[in-house]
T-cell receptor, first 114, second 112 residues
Framework: AQSVTQLGSHVSVSEGALVLLRCNYS??????LFWYVQYPNQGLQLLLK??????LVKGINGFEAEFKKSETSFHLTKPSAHMSDAAEYFC????????????FGPGTSLSVIP | DSGVTQTPKHLITATGQRVTLRCSPR?????VYWYQQSLDQGLQFLIQ???????AKGNILERFSAQQFPDLHSELNLSSLELGDSALYFC???????????FGEGSWLTVV
């Protein structure tokens, strides 16, 4: 069975600073990995996903993530934080064969300080 | 706007009652997913349907049931409601089993 952990339930960064949100997963098979963002009072929106191929994945809004199999990690980064990045971020994993039962992490709330 | 439509957006009901949440997937999407989001449990997968058939089941209580109709819309039925059922219920859809899942804006359920 898959599982996801996100280190840090709350992360604060200054505007213009690097954003780093950590995600580690557990999976007995090659996983599909995702990052979703949830803005207040809205549904989840896909930022990026890794299925196969290139391990550095670029997503929307300047975010990217790198799949590191040896570290079972899929950390999300953005070089320069913007005020509009303040939101809840969820890492998710599926079993790599389909999108059945995509399992979400507990989420990380990102605050951006002016 | 993801294209996934959920109704109602907000619902307040009493314990012991039954409610139905409705979801219209994006045009052309065959797969529908239901998730529950609460402060203490986080985002929990409930159930998935694909082209009218149940595909996968997660942490869905026996008091809850769902179905996907021939026109592909889906309904989540919650019965014998308890205070702990208060949560945000998301519907999501995807074209098939190997594509991105798109989420609706959710239905807020408050049980009083």
């Amino acid at each position: 069975a898959q599982s996801v952990t996100q280190l840090g339930s709350h992360v604060s960064v200054s505007e213009g600073a690097l954003v780093l949100l950590r995600c580690n997963y557990s999976s007995s098979v090659p996983p599909y990995l995702f990052w979703y963002v949830q803005y207040p009072n809205q549904g989840l929106q896909l930022l990026l996903k890794y299925t196969t191929g290139a391990t550095l994945v670029k997503g929307i809004n300047g975010f990217e993530a790198e799949f590191k199999k040896s570290e079972t990690s899929f950390h999300l980064t953005k070089p320069s934080a913007h005020m509009s990045d303040a939101a809840e971020y969820f890492c998710a994993v599926s079993d790599g064969t389909s999108y059945d039962k995509v399992i979400f992490g507990p989420g990380t709330s990102l605050s951006v300080i002016p | 706007d993801s294209g996934v439509t959920q109704t109602p957006k907000h619902l307040i009901t009493a314990t012991g009652q039954r409610v139905t949440l409705r979801c219209s997937p994006r045009s052309g999407d065959l797969s529908v997913y239901w998730y529950q989001q609460s402060l203490d449990q986080g985002l929990q997968f409930l159930i998935q349907y694909y082209n009218g058939e149940e595909r996968a089941k997660g942490n869905i209580l026996e008091r809850f049931s769902a179905q996907q109709f021939p026109d592909l819309h889906s309904e989540l039925n919650l019965s014998s409601l308890e205070l702990g059922d208060s949560a945000l219920y998301f519907c999501a859809s995807s074209v098939d089993l190997s594509n991105t899942i798109y989420f609706g804006e959710g239905s807020w359920l408050t049980v009083v």
